[in-house]
């Protein structure tokens, strides 16, 4: 039989049929084959005994083909703590599938990615081949290490931003707490309920941040309302009524010059929407009306009716969640509606916090 001859090979399947295969004899053809690549080959057969190495591995470990032939893989360029680095050929024994990886190669020092698999080669007297392919990535692993350094840098950076984001948020709640305390409080709690309905709706960690910092701040243009008409005892005008829906524009403007990774001055702009168009500063309806605003518009009605005011007592919780239940679709938003109910019905209770 010719070194490089294809053998027939007959193989029973699990239903007892037995089918031809054909495999290929290595012999000096496929040495010169594997000497013109460029990375790293070396063929193995079942029992762990090296057959064949290309050049470039030759070169690399400064070894001779004729001392590597028929030698236990794990002896293989002189290394007696263990396998070849890298080679995984135990692991595709055991498995017969692909493995790849990577390693560094203390003798090179440099990082390797390596390949091991079946193939369809066999040895001259019918032994099986087992192909481990390497290659050098030191660059790669350097351009991975480079790209996990900025990623930390950026990581730093961003808590930098949400930290001066957080000082931001907290000292614009005590302008407010000065101006109005009744505002401040509602603003803290209305936060702690939003915030609440956000997780109980599923939200992502990142998205219900953005809904807690906005409501926090929900009010913010009221900043600009004289103190006379915030904690007016009895029914406002019709000229301090509009004057107060000016807040939502106002905090808008306030805030839209700050970039938060969130759409916050929109749900400012947007907390006193409904979904029917009955709302303002601009009437919009359902869609148009961005999802964290309708959130914070459930919260805030229920908190302004549960809690005292200067022009009246607190109606209770009990008609806080009944306006909403009975405006569900109309006004407010389905989801947010029942999410708000399901709290109150779990125990939730509204605090500062």
Not at 178 to 184: M, N, V
Request: hydrophobic residues 40%; neutral net charge.
């Amino acid at each position: 039989m010719r070194p490089h001859a294809v053998k027939k090979v007959f193989q029973k399947t699990d239903s007892g049929k037995v089918i031809e295969i054909h495999k290929h004899v290595i012999g000096p053809q496929t040495k010169k084959f594997i000497d013109a690549l460029s990375f790293y080959v070396v063929l193995i057969d079942k029992g762990r005994l090296l057959i064949m190495a290309n050049r470039s591995m030759e070169k690399a470990y400064d070894l001779d083909y004729a001392d590597i032939e028929g030698k236990p893989y794990t002896t293989v360029i002189g290394r007696s703590d263990g396998p070849y680095p890298g080679c995984g050929l135990e692991e595709v024994l055991k498995t017969g599938k692909h493995v790849t990886k990577d390693f560094f190669d203390p003798l090179t020092q440099k990082w390797m990615r390596s390949e091991t698999f079946p193939s369809d080669l066999i040895t001259p007297d019918g032994r099986a081949i087992y192909i481990h392919m390497a290659r050098e990535i030191t660059d790669l692993k350097e351009i991975e290490a480079e790209a996990r350094q900025a990623e930390q840098a950026l990581e730093v950076s961003l808590k930098k931003v949400k930290d001066l984001n957080a000082k931001i948020i907290e000292t614009m709640g005590r302008i407010v707490e000065i101006k109005d305390p009744y505002t401040a409080g509602h603003q803290r709690r209305v936060a702690s309920l939003a915030t609440a309905m956000s997780q109980e709706l599923g939200m992502s960690v990142n998205r219900i941040e953005g809904i807690s910092l906005a409501a926090s701040i929900h009010d913010i243009g009221k900043i600009y309302l004289p103190a006379e008409i915030l904690s007016k005892p009895g029914k406002l005008t019709e000229t301090e009524f509009a004057l107060v829906m000016t807040h939502t524009s106002i905090g808008h403007d306030i805030i839209a010059s700050i970039e938060f990774p969130w759409p916050v001055a929109e749900i400012i702009l947007q907390h006193h929407e409904r979904l029917d168009g009955s709302g303002y500063p601009n009437g919009i309806k359902n869609g148009d009306i961005v999802e964290d605003a309708r959130i914070i518009a459930v919260a805030d009605v229920v908190e302004a009716m549960s809690s005292y005011r200067p022009y009246r007592p607190s109606l209770g919780i009990a008609a806080a969640l009944k306006e909403i239940g009975t405006n569900k679709s109309t006004l407010y938003d389905k989801a947010a509606t029942e999410a708000c109910i399901r709290l109150f019905k779990k125990g939730f209770a509204l605090t500062d916090h």
